[in-house]
């Protein structure tokens, strides 16, 4: 799991702007997900994408933008359309083919 | 719909004493269940699948596809088992539904 990294770890916003999180993995692996952490409710999945210029929308996708131009890289952008932003936003990845996923260590967006 | 519930967010037990993390799921197929784990300042890992069979840290957990469960058990507790636990299940070919996490505290 050390080959995924997220920044910033932590980021303040605006009200009204938009925030790009960052997402990058060097495991090679094919499919990248993104998920919301809050307390009590879990983790729940934003986006995924199983492969380059390929991604599809989660549980919670509303108010959230994806791209996937490289294998290595899976950023998400928080819109000023996402009604409750402030969360803990956790990146994974895992091989084609494994069920196994790896979690970066996460980024705590706080909109002020 | 697929669901997993945890239905304790907290969990306290005493150093010793036998634990059980409780998880329900619904699933309209042959389900496969797993176990991670967040230890406070690390990130999410997996601890157990459930077609592995296998026992880690002395975790166990066995699928009861009658109760529709899937709890997490230790015999006997100790102070580094202390961390939020998520029951999560395979939907589609590689996509996860998590439960809500429980809390488990081990006091000494």
């Known amino acids: 799991d050390g080959g995924i990294t997220q920044s910033p770890k932590y980021l303040f916003r605006k009200e009204g702007q938009n925030v790009t999180l960052s997402c990058e993995q060097n495991l090679n692996h094919d499919a990248m997900y993104w998920y919301r952490q809050d307390p009590g409710q879990g983790l729940r999945l934003i986006y995924y994408?199983?492969?380059?210029?390929?991604?599809q929308k989660g549980d919670i996708a509303e108010g959230y933008s994806v791209s996937r131009e490289k294998k290595e890289s899976f950023p998400l952008t928080v819109t000023s359309a996402q009604k409750n932003p402030t969360a803990f936003y956790l990146c994974a990845s895992n091989r084609d083919g494994t069920d196994t996923q790896y979690f970066g260590p996460g980024t705590r967006l706080t909109v002020l | 719909a697929q669901r997993v519930t945890q239905p304790e967010k907290l969990l306290s037990v005493f150093k010793g004493a036998p634990v059980e993390l409780k998880c329900n799921y619904s699933?309209?197929?042959?389900?496969?269940l797993f176990w991670y784990v967040q230890y406070s300042r690390q990130r999410l890992q997996l601890l157990l699948r459930h077609i592995s069979r296998e026992s880690i840290k002395g975790f166990t957990a066995d699928l009861n596809k009658g109760e529709t469960s899937f709890h997490l058990k230790k015999p006997f507790a100790q102070e580094e088992d202390s961390a939020m636990y998520y029951c999560a299940l395979l939907q589609g070919a590689q996509k996860l539904v998590f439960g809500q996490g429980t809390r488990l505290t081990i006091n000494p």
């Open positions: 994408s199983q492969i380059v210029n390929d991604f």
């Open positions: 699933y309209s197929g042959s389900p496969e």
